[in-house]
RNA sequence: GGGCGAUUAGCUCAGUUGGUAGAGCAGCGCAUUUACACUGCGAAGGUCGGGGGUUCGAAUCCCUCAUCGCCCACCA
């Protein structure tokens, strides 16, 4: 007679089991594809979303790990050679701000800092954070390789980089020009599109005198520097004045010259249709000047503030000036009318949300065309698959739209762009060894870049520094890897440049699907805010109910690339799912203490319950290898409970007790609880674990390591 | 300005290639020496946003209207 095991006679108690169940999966070296057991042929690669070594995991960060584990886990128990590959990210931008923070809420500022010790002061704090976040992953049951963990600012990373910067850099892909970049003016640098977010706003619309024109304007500020009035070429209302034609006119600070430009990108239909321009702080001017050969001037510095040439404005900031501007012109006389009604979209910081500043500055650019022509041919090949066909579609609009990537920041922590540049000409040149010393072009003293890359520069290549590319014994093996799972809101940022940068750089996709998830709501759909006071830890989830509770609610019936909801009600009923297992299992092993294992046929019943089952198994198995996650878990919940325990437990008790059929029913109940624990494993790793071992023969491995 | 999506039970959401609807939570009735009250049994609850079309058959495909949301974009 076997003895049933004195821990199932208490509850499930999550917490109790689950650290301990984690290290001895790690101890195991099964996380590590080179140590798995069996022959395995193929290989399932999953690059890990490096987390931000910034903070804490977030909600966000659980889906992941839930939905590329119970991926890993599954294929790793199928017979493949499966590797996750972990890391953690500098995370440039987003991890300077958030030291900003600090040293703000210190009384202390970056610009006040010697750049080194700003660099060791954020390179300390995010390299503690990270074995902080590290334990976090561990304690959500993400069965990745530790051994393979790297950092993004790891010496291979760097060295990929530059060659890569450097390879563009031949290819005519790179080049350092004189742009319109999007600068905020309180993080001191300059973004990509991508970083600024754009916020409706009502503003003041003024009509001013402009010689004979009248023109319209809600920056008035920015005008000093206006000597330039743009029409349509088309325009009968001014067909009077000709291209090039000069005027004087009365203006802020006195009579300026103006030239007249005929232009096809000016409106008619807007405001007057005659504008001036200010091509340095202005993305349509600028591309109008650039058109016409026309004098560039700045007139509102890096910080905001006007420059001399607004002359009795000179050093107001912006926001006070444009008042005082308007005063002015009005007691001139040139103030014509003000809109009042005016709407308007403005660019802003993604960050701090201060109102982003155009600025003319020499950053270096990535051309994109070539590179998104490739992806999306990739994509009409079929080499790659993007789930689901919404995000597939937003993706091949984005690429066909895509603008050349300003790679510069104006920040201390990421990677230095390995370039120097001439104090004569101002000329940039890469320089990866460090070894230029006169400038090619002029021959003038050059000094090294002080920039750094855009984080995604470094991050766009990952699954190429991770796998070990170009020649690592990883990248032969594991490479192009089987899927990229990540959050749809970076699909732009970095699935589109992890695409492009693999295709350049190795004629394939880093991946055959994109499987990406959407945002991790609170129980009611809102999204999370620290002000709004809805965040919900997944790690309390977890000590509240159990990493499998947690991965279950974050699961179950949430479909692929879809908002989400993480409720804690949803994850307290896989609480209970967790000890109704624990308690069908004490069944199982109480009702079959006698049982020995034999030849003992099925009854005609039996048989038919069990190939019922197959059939619920086959149908999780297509499923999983689908990524349809979130109906596998349903039907194995439902199967357990519905279908093993109310059904199939309750029919064969009466039938145990009353010794009829006994040995095959015993024989069902084990073997579909055996199976059960194999399918559940994947999206219930801790518990089923724990059952295993007092529910495995003699010859069987961990779970962890059981065949599918 | 351009693009994408949503609308299904009181709430939050699933519904894989068209075969007349499911889960969790909430709520209702019954059961308490039961593997499990972190339970069981039962019942209730939806004209799948409105309208039109295709089809033997539509939550699912097409058109249209309404409402809500997201993303991209150089701010006259």
């Not at 501007?325 to 809109?339: C, H, N, P, R, Y």
């Amino acid at each position: 007679m076997k003895q049933v095991p004195e821990k199932l006679l208490q509850p499930y108690n999550a917490q109790e089991i689950e650290p301990g169940l984690y290290k001895t999966w790690e101890d195991s070296g099964y996380f590590n594809p080179d140590n798995l057991p069996g022959e395995r042929k193929e290989a399932f690669t999953v690059v890990m979303p490096p987390p931000n070594a910034n903070g804490s995991l977030h909600a966000g960060h659980a889906l992941f790990v839930t939905i590329q584990d119970i991926l890993i886990r599954y294929h790793r128990m199928n017979g493949k050679n499966a590797l996750w590959l972990p890391g953690s990210d500098h995370a440039g931008f987003e991890t300077q701000v958030v030291y900003e923070k600090k040293l703000e809420k210190e009384g202390r500022s970056r610009f006040d800092m010697k750049r080194e010790d700003l660099y060791k002061e954020i390179l300390d704090f995010t390299l503690s954070n990270k074995s902080f976040m590290e334990g976090q992953l561990r304690q959500l049951g993400a069965s990745c390789d530790w051994s393979r963990s790297l950092f993004t600012l790891d010496e291979r990373v760097i060295k990929t980089v530059y060659n890569t910067f450097s390879k563009l850099n031949e290819d005519g892909l790179l080049y350092r020009g004189k742009r319109i970049v999007n600068w905020c003016p309180k993080h001191q640098t300059s973004l990509s599109n991508l970083e600024t977010s754009h916020v409706t706003r009502k503003d003041p619309f003024y009509y001013f005198k402009y010689g004979p024109f009248t023109i319209g304007t809600v920056r008035p500020e920015t005008k000093f520097g206006d000597k330039y009035v743009v029409m349509h070429p088309d325009d009968a209302r001014y067909k009077e004045f000709a291209h090039g034609q000069k005027i004087t006119v009365e203006w802020i600070n006195g009579p300026i010259e103006a030239t007249i430009i005929k232009d096809e990108t000016s409106d008619p239909e807007f405001g007057t249709g005659v504008m001036t321009i200010t091509p340095w702080h202005s993305g349509v001017d600028f591309d109008i000047a650039k058109r016409h050969n026309l004098d560039m001037e700045q007139i509102i510095d890096e910080r905001g503030k006007l420059l001399p040439v607004a002359g009795e404005f000179a050093g107001m900031n912006i926001k006070d000036a444009r008042a005082k501007i308007v005063e002015k012109l009005e007691s001139k006389g040139l103030l014509v009318k003000t809109d009042t009604e005016y709407s308007h979209e403005v660019s802003v910081c993604y960050k701090c949300e201060r109102e982003i500043e155009p600025q003319v500055k020499a950053q270096w650019f990535v051309t994109m065309k070539p590179l998104a022509e490739k992806a999306v041919s990739a994509l009409d090949k079929g080499e790659f698959r993007i789930l689901t066909d919404q995000h597939e579609k937003v993706f091949r609009h984005w690429m066909g739209n895509v603008q050349d990537w300003n790679i510069s920041r104006q920040i201390v922590w990421g990677i230095p762009i390995p370039a120097k540049i001439c104090d004569a000409c101002d000329k940039g040149f890469v320089d990866i060894a460090g070894e230029k010393a006169s400038c090619e072009s002029c021959g003038g003293q050059l000094r090294q870049e002080a920039d750094t890359f855009d984080t995604w520069f470094s991050s766009g290549q990952w699954p190429l520094t991770t796998t070990g590319f170009p020649d690592g014994d990883d990248f032969k093996k594991f490479y192009p890897t089987a899927v990229m799972e990540t959050a749809a809101d970076i699909l732009f940022f970095w699935v589109a440049r992890m695409v492009m940068f693999g295709l350049y750089l190795t004629n394939e996709v880093p991946f055959k699907d994109i499987y990406l998830h959407g945002l991790v709501r609170d129980a009611h759909g809102k999204k999370m805010s620290k002000s709004k006071g809805n965040v919900i830890s997944p790690l309390e989830v977890s000590n509240e109910y159990g990493t499998d509770a947690l991965r279950m609610g974050l699961i179950v019936n949430n479909a692929p690339g879809v908002d989400m909801n993480l409720d804690p009600k949803k994850v307290g009923a896989y609480k209970k799912f967790a000890n109704k297992i624990w308690n069908a299992t004490r069944f199982v092993l109480e009702k079959t203490t006698d049982y020995e294992e034999s030849d003992t046929a099925f009854t005609k019943e039996d048989q038919e319950l069990y190939d019922a089952w197959i059939v619920v198994k086959n149908d999780i198995t297509s499923d999983l290898e689908n990524y349809r996650l979130h109906l596998a878990s349903e039907k194995i919940y439902d199967y357990f409970w519905k279908t093993f325990c109310d059904s199939i437990i309750e029919t064969r008790k009466t039938r145990i007790l009353e010794d009829k059929e006994k040995t095959s029913a015993q024989k069902l109940l084990l073997i579909l609880l055996r199976e059960q624990l194999i399918v559940l494993h994947p999206f219930m790793p801790f518990i089923t674990e724990e059952i295993w071992k007092d529910i495995k023969r003699e010859d069987d491995e961990m779970l962890l390591v059981t065949r599918w």
